[in-house]
C-alpha cells in the first residue's frame, strides 16, 4: 500500500517572495537530527544543495515506482547512523515553473516573455534568484556553515546540469559538485559555442530559457562544460568534482553516457579529477539510481567540506 503523505515527513516547505522572480517561490530542506536540541544551539552544520526541477522531487516518496517508498533522506539518515558523514541541512530548491513544465536551467531566461503567466516563473531570473536570495535565505534562516567550506551541490538529470553550473559560475561559494546522469550541452570553438546540432538545444521546453532560435552565444555563457572550459583554473580546481552517468549502453533514453564523458574528458584536460567511477555500470535514468548515486557522493561531500573548513582555519 501506498504511503497516503507522499512528500517525506522529514522534509519541510519555505516560501519565500523573489525579487528577481518577482513570484513567490518555494524550496524545501531537511535539518539533521538534533539540531533543535539545547546542546546543540550554537552548532553550525553544513548544506548540500541538491536540484533537479521542482523542489519535491528529491523528497517524493513515489517521484518513480523505483524508490519504493523511500527518499533520498533515508540515504542521508542511514549514512549518518553509520558515522560514514555528519550531520548536514539538505536544501532542495525549485527551479521550474510551479507546475514543473518550464524547466529553470539555473538560467536567467533569454525569453521570458514566451511563458508569460506560468506559474512561479516571472522574469525568468532563476539564476539571480539562487544565488542572491535562496542562498542568502537558507543561511540567515538556519545555522549554516555560511561560504564555501560550507557548502555542496549535487543533482540528477537537469539537476545535474543545474548543480555544475552552479559550482562552474561560482565556485568561490561550494566545495564539491556532483551530478548522476546529468543533461549536459557540448562545448565546442574552444568553449565559445556549443554543439549546433544537439537535440536538446530544439526542445521547445527549454526556448524560454535559450531562445528560439537558440543564441548559440548566450548558451554557452551558461554551459556548464563551456565554463568548465573557460573558467579561471586556480577557482575551479578548489571544487571536488563528482560526475556519474548510466552506461552507454543504456543511451539514450535511459543513460546520459555521453554528456557525462564530455564533462569527464574537460576536467582531465584541464588537470582536474573526477572523485567517484564515471559509469553505474547497470544504472538507469531512474530515482533509485538518483538515490545510489547520492549514497556514494554523500562521504565524499562531506570530506572536501570538512578539508575546507580545515583549509580555512589553518
Request: glycine share 8%.
Amino acid at each position: 500500500m501506498r504511503e497516503r503523505r507522499p512528500i517525506d515527513q522529514r522534509a519541510r516547505r519555505v516560501t519565500l517572495h523573489s525579487e528577481a522572480l518577482g513570484v513567490e517561490k518555494s524550496f524545501y530542506f531537511s535539518l539533521p537530527p538534533g539540531y533543535h536540541q539545547i546542546a546543540n544551539a550554537r552548532m553550525r552544520y553544513p548544506a548540500i544543495y541538491l536540484f533537479r526541477g521542482h523542489e519535491h522531487e528529491w523528497v517524493h516518496r513515489w517521484q518513480d515506482k523505483s524508490r519504493h517508498g523511500r527518499t533520498v533522506i533515508d540515504v542521508y539518515r542511514q549514512l549518518l547512523k553509520e558515522g560514514k558523514i555528519g550531520p548536514m541541512i539538505l536544501v532542495f530548491p525549485g527551479i521550474s515553473s510551479d507546475d514543473n513544465r518550464v524547466p529553470g536551467l539555473l538560467m536567467n531566461f533569454r525569453e521570458p516573455e514566451r511563458v508569460a503567466g506560468a506559474p512561479g516563473v516571472g522574469t525568468g531570473r532563476f539564476e539571480d534568484y539562487f544565488f542572491d536570495e535562496l542562498i542568502p535565505c537558507v543561511d540567515s534562516r538556519f545555522r549554516t556553515i555560511a561560504d564555501r567550506s560550507g557548502r555542496a551541490v549535487d543533482g540528477f538529470s537537469l539537476g545535474g546540469l543545474q548543480s555544475i553550473k552552479a559550482a562552474t559560475r561560482r565556485p568561490d561559494l561550494f566545495s564539491s559538485a556532483g551530478s548522476f546522469d546529468g543533461t549536459f550541452l557540448y562545448a565546442t570553438n574552444r568553449g565559445k559555442s556549443v554543439r549546433v546540432r544537439d537535440r536538446v538545444l530544439y526542445n521547445p521546453m527549454f526556448a524560454p530559457a535559450f531562445g528560439y532560435p537558440p543564441e548559440l552565444g548566450f548558451v554557452a555563457e551558461n554551459s556548464p562544460a563551456n565554463l568548465l572550459l573557460r573558467g579561471e583554473l586556480d577557482a575551479l580546481t578548489g571544487v571536488q568534482w563528482m560526475i556519474s552517468s548510466g552506461p552507454e549502453l543504456a543511451e539514450p533514453w535511459q543513460s546520459n553516457y555521453f554528456r557525462a564523458q564530455h564533462i569527464i574528458e574537460i576536467l582531465k584536460s584541464r588537470g582536474m579529477e573526477n572523485a567517484i567511477p564515471a559509469v553505474m555500470p547497470t544504472a538507469r535514468h531512474t530515482w533509485s539510481w538518483a538515490d545510489k548515486h547520492m549514497e556514494i557522493t554523500l562521504p565524499l561531500h562531506w570530506q572536501a567540506l570538512e578539508a575546507a573548513r580545515t583549509e580555512a582555519s589553518s
